[in-house]
């Protein structure tokens, strides 16, 4: 067994099946299963310490090249063999590959993929930073997903989303930490075409990095950086076995390759590069859009916000598209709104769903008749009453408005007004920490709210217009849509000028 055998993790079934006579009844082969495809998966070795400095694409070729690399293998610091580069070769041929230096490299031909660990990449290209490891994380971070003690989920500028923003400390000079490529999918494309100008062969590049997964123990790698490879395979469309059409099936093939690779790369063996054979069909001739298109967009990331997000998520919009509400998700947070802490065991927290235009405009239209009846009463003018009552827009152009109200029936009794006072209070932060979570669940769903005061100032008029069973006290009333505007940025508030510390 050569040392390319060796290091070699065949993917499937063996072409060759075992011997007939150590099966007891061999079931019928079917068709399919004699063609079953194989891919191997070879670790290189051989490769030099890369650091600062080191011209990767040359180094690789130089080990991928024909004829192996120089005596002793390539040298230290990644300085090129002194024979690149190399005649193109013609396509489909075999490009010979010598041991380099005790090391092992498969014999690189058209249609191979050629697998590297982002460190060595990053290495190469001088992305190291002697910022202390949290700031180094700041500053590749766009947007913090979760964090917990100190594990950060970050988003980096990539679009990737990792523990750490990508930096790492581990195998690299005390004091220093190896950030990601600056562009993973340039590095592969520069890769790439070292291959093909140096050893004349037509081969895929993925860049790769470990990630963890939110509902899985443990890490794979995955594409960080890809050219001439099909990052994803599209099903949707196909039919299975049943005729029944594939609706959500895209495969991350540029993820599986990077997830097979690892299997001989490996952290402790120090095996920066493998060669991926028998997926020629994923290779392509132009370097394709790399593995940026495994990223996905916002729109249709089901679980955009981190925790570290979600309380930011609830901004006060005023303006709507005029998109329906889906009613189910206001279900959804008015039973996030239900689990709000409250005093006595008590459950104070009603809401009140003005889904038809009628509705709406019967509360809106009483409200304003008091809000005028309170401007004339208070010496306004007809004119400044005018001005004033325009005000109020957002409600009358939601498309749904949810009224809170509070019910305070098991609140106790105090025969004196502090206690009585203190008592109300309870029930009504109650009812603030319901609606607040209100709000953060309508964001969570992608709606927009606003929390208006309105119906405070005239509780009978707005119970007696939506008919409310006694008791019921509105408290407000939230207008719901599609946020037709962006939040405003949010004030920066200094946790310190509103916390006394005794
Ligand atoms: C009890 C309460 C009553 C409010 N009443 C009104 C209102 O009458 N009109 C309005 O435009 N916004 C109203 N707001 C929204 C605040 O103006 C808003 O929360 C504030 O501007 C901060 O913005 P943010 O919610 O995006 O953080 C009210 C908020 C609360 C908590």
């Given at each position: 067994m050569t040392p390319e055998d060796a290091a070699?993790?065949?993917?499937?079934?063996?072409?060759t099946p075992p011997a007939a006579a150590a099966r007891p009844a061999a079931p019928a082969i079917p068709p399919a299963a004699l063609t079953a495809p194989v891919i191997t998966v070879t670790a290189v070795t051989g490769l030099p310490e890369i650091g600062p400095g080191s011209d990767l694409p040359a180094l690789l070729a130089s080990v991928l090249a024909p004829g192996g690399p120089p005596p002793g293998g390539a040298p230290p610091g990644g300085t090129p063999s002194p024979r690149a580069p190399l005649a193109p070769r013609s396509a489909g041929e075999t490009v010979p590959l010598d041991a380099a230096g005790g090391g092992s490299a498969p014999s690189?031909?058209?249609?191979d993929i050629v697998v590297v660990t982002s460190k060595v990449v990053s290495k190469a290209e001088g992305r190291?930073?002697?910022?202390?490891r949290e700031q180094a994380i700041e500053a590749e971070t766009v947007r913090v997903v979760a964090s917990r003690g100190d594990t950060t989920i970050a988003q980096t500028r990539h679009g990737l989303v990792l523990a750490a923003a990508g930096v790492d400390a581990s195998n690299t000079a005390p004091g220093t930490v190896v950030l990601l490529p600056e562009d993973p999918d340039e590095s592969a494309r520069r890769l790439r075409k070292a291959l093909r100008d140096r050893a004349g062969v037509t081969v895929g590049v993925v860049i790769t990095d470990t990630m963890g997964r939110p509902w899985r123990a443990g890490q794979t790698d995955a594409a960080i950086g890809a050219a001439g490879v099909v990052p994803a395979r599209d099903h949707r469309g196909e039919t299975d076995s049943f005729g029944n059409t594939l609706e959500v099936t895209v495969a991350a093939v540029a993820d599986e390759i990077a997830a097979a690779a690892d299997l001989v790369k490996g952290k402790t063996r120090q095996i920066p590069v493998a060669v991926v054979r028998g997926l020629a069909e994923f290779v392509t001739d132009g370097d394709g859009p790399g593995a940026r298109a495994l990223i996905r967009p916002a729109g249709e990331d089901m679980f955009r916000l981190g925790s570290a997000d979600v309380p930011l998520a609830r901004r006060t919009i005023r303006s709507f598209t005029g998109q329906p509400v889906d009613a189910g998700a206001v279900r959804r947070a008015i039973a996030t709104a239900l689990t709000a802490p409250a005093p006595h065991h008590s459950e104070p927290w009603r809401f009140v769903i003005l889904s038809s235009p009628a509705a709406r405009s019967a509360l809106l239209d009483a409200m304003l008749q008091a809000w005028i009846a309170d401007l004339r009463r208070g010496g306004f003018t007809e004119e400044q009453i005018a001005r004033r009552t325009r005000r109020g827009e957002a409600l009358r152009k939601a498309p749904l408005i949810v009224v809170p109200c509070l019910e305070t029936s098991a609140a106790h009794s105090y025969p004196d007004e502090r206690r009585s006072r203190a008592e109300r209070d309870m029930f009504v932060v109650s009812m603030g920490a319901a609606v607040q979570n209100l709000l953060i669940a309508l964001a969570v769903e992608g709606l927009g709210s606003a929390w208006i005061s309105s119906t405070l100032f005239c509780q009978d008029v707005a119970a007696r217009a939506m008919d409310l069973p006694a008791g019921w006290q509105p408290m407000g009333a939230i207008a719901v849509g599609h946020p037709a505007e962006s939040p405003r940025p949010r004030p920066g508030r200094e946790v310190k000028e509103f916390t006394l510390v005794r």
């Open positions: 070699s993790v065949p993917s499937t079934a063996p072409e690189l031909r058209d249609g190291i930073s002697a910022l202390p």
